[in-house]
C-alpha cells in the first residue's frame, strides 16, 4: 500500500486513476480545483476510508506527504485551456515548480502528464518520442502547448538537479466515460449532438485526423509507467489507430443509431492536421498496447452519456 497524491484527481482521467489506485489497495489524495474536474467523477469513491479530497489550486503552495505523485492538474480541452490562457500557463509552470518541490521534500517519485500537443502541428508522422515539435508559441493553443513544453523541462532538471524521480508521459487524444458533455472536445461534442439529434459540428474539411485512445487503456499505460524502476524519457501514450474527424462523425453516428447531419464549421487557428502516436518505445519498455479499439470505446461512451442525459443515480 502506497500513499499517493493525484493532482487534478477529480477530472475525466484522474477520477479513473483514483479508482484503479483504490481499487488495487493505496491510499489516495486527490486534489483538485474543480475548475473543469466534478465531485461527481468521484462521488463513488467518497466514503472509502483510504480516499481524501483536498480542494486546492497547484499554483499554490501546499505541504502534505506523498510517495508517489501522479501530476494531471490541468484542463486539457481547447475550449477549457483557451478560456483562461494565463491560468493555464501557471498551471503548468508555477503549479509544476510547486509539485515537483513537494516531490523533492518528499523523496516521492512522480509522473507527470504531458501531451502530444508538445509536437503541435507535427511534421513527423506518426510522432516519435525523438521529435522536437513544430509548435506556434503566439498562438492560441501556445498557452497549453508551450506550458506543457516547460513542465516537461521543469521535470527533466529536477530530475539532473535534485535527483527526483520522473516519468514523463505524451498522452495522445483520450475519451471515455466521464468526459465533460460540455467542454468542447471532437468525442463528447459528437456523441452528445447525435444522441441530442442536432447536426455534428465537424470543423474545417474534417480531413484532419486524430487517433483516439480509450481511457481504460491509457490508465493501464500510465501505471506501468509509473511503475517502471527507471527513468527512460518521455513515453508516447495512445492509440496510433488514426481516424479523420469525417470517419469520426460517421462512427458516432452508427454507434447512437442517430440520423443527424453533419454542419461543417470553421476550422480553429493552428488546429493540428495530423496526429498520430509511434508507441513502439511503450510497447517495448512497458508491453503496452490499447486493446479497446474505437466502435466498443464509443459504445461505452454513449452508454456514460445515455445515463446522464437521463439523470441516472449508477453511473459508470
Ligand atoms: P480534465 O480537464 O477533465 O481534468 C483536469 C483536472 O485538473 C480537473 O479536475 C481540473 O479541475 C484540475 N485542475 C486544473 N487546473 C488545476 C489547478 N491549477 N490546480 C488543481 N487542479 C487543477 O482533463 P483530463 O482529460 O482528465 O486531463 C488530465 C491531464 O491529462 C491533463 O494534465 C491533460 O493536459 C493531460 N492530457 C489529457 C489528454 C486527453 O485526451 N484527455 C491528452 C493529453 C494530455
Ligand atoms: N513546495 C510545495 N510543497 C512542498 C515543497 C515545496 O508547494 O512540499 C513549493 C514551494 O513553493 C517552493 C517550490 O515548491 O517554492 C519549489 O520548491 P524547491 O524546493 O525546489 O525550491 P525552493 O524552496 O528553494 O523555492
Ligand atoms: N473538432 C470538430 N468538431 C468539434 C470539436 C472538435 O471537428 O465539435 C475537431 C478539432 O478541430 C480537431 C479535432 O476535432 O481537429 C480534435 O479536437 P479536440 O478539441 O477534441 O482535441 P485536440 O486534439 O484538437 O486538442
Known amino acids: 500500500m502506497a500513499s499517493i497524491l493525484v493532482t487534478g484527481g477529480a477530472g475525466f482521467l484522474g477520477s479513473h486513476l483514483c479508482e484503479r489506485l483504490i481499487d488495487r489497495g493505496d491510499e489516495v489524495i486527490c486534489l483538485d480545483n474543480f475548475y473543469t474536474g466534478r465531485k461527481a467523477n468521484i462521488r463513488k469513491l467518497i466514503g472509502n476510508p483510504r480516499f481524501e479530497v483536498i480542494r486546492h489550486d497547484i499554483v499554490q503552495p501546499i505541504y502534505i506527504d506523498a510517495e508517489q505523485v501522479f501530476n494531471l492538474a490541468c484542463p486539457a480541452s481547447p475550449e477549457a485551456y483557451q478560456s483562461n490562457p494565463i491560468k493555464t500557463i501557471k498551471t503548468s509552470t508555477v503549479g509544476m515548480v510547486n509539485v515537483l518541490g513537494l516531490a523533492k521534500r ?5 509522473l507527470h502528464a504531458s501531451t502530444s500537443e508538445v509536437y503541435g502541428d507535427p511534421e513527423v508522422h506518426p510522432q516519435t ?23 516537461e523541462s521543469l521535470c527533466v532538471n529536477y530530475s539532473q538537479a535534485h535527483g527526483v524521480e520522473v516519468r514523463i508521459i505524451r498522452i495522445f487524444n483520450t475519451y471515455g466515460p466521464r468526459m465533460d458533455p460540455n467542454d468542447g472536445r471532437v468525442v463528447s461534442n ?4 447525435a444522441l441530442r439529434g442536432e447536426s455534428l459540428t465537424v470543423y474545417g474539411d474534417g480531413k484532419q485526423t ?8 491509457l490508465i493501464e499505460g500510465m501505471l506501468r509507467m509509473m511503475a517502471l524502476e527507471h527513468d527512460p524519457g518521455p513515453v508516447n501514450l495512445g492509440n496510433p489507430s488514426e481516424y479523420t474527424m ?12 442517430s440520423k443527424s447531419e453533419i454542419d461543417f464549421r470553421p476550422l480553429p487557428t493552428d488546429d493540428p492536421r495530423k496526429r498520430c502516436p509511434d508507441i513502439s518505445k511503450a510497447k517495448s519498455l512497458l508491453d503496452w498496447e490499447p486493446k479497446v479499439d474505437l466502435l466498443t470505446g464509443l459504445t461505452r461512451t454513449t452508454e456514460y452519456y445515455r445515463a446522464l442525459a437521463a439523470g441516472t443515480e449508477s453511473l459508470p
Open 210 to 217: 486524430r487517433s483516439f485512445c480509450f481511457v481504460d487503456d
Open 246 to 257: 469525417i470517419e469520426l462523425a460517421e462512427a458516432a453516428l452508427k454507434v447512437t443509431e
Open 106 to 110: 518528499c523523496n516521492a517519485k512522480i
Open 190 to 193: 459528437f456523441v452528445n449532438q
Open 129 to 151: 518520442e525523438d521529435y522536437w515539435g513544430h509548435v506556434n508559441p503566439l498562438g492560441p493553443r501556445s498557452c497549453y502547448d508551450e506550458g506543457k513544453r516547460v513542465a
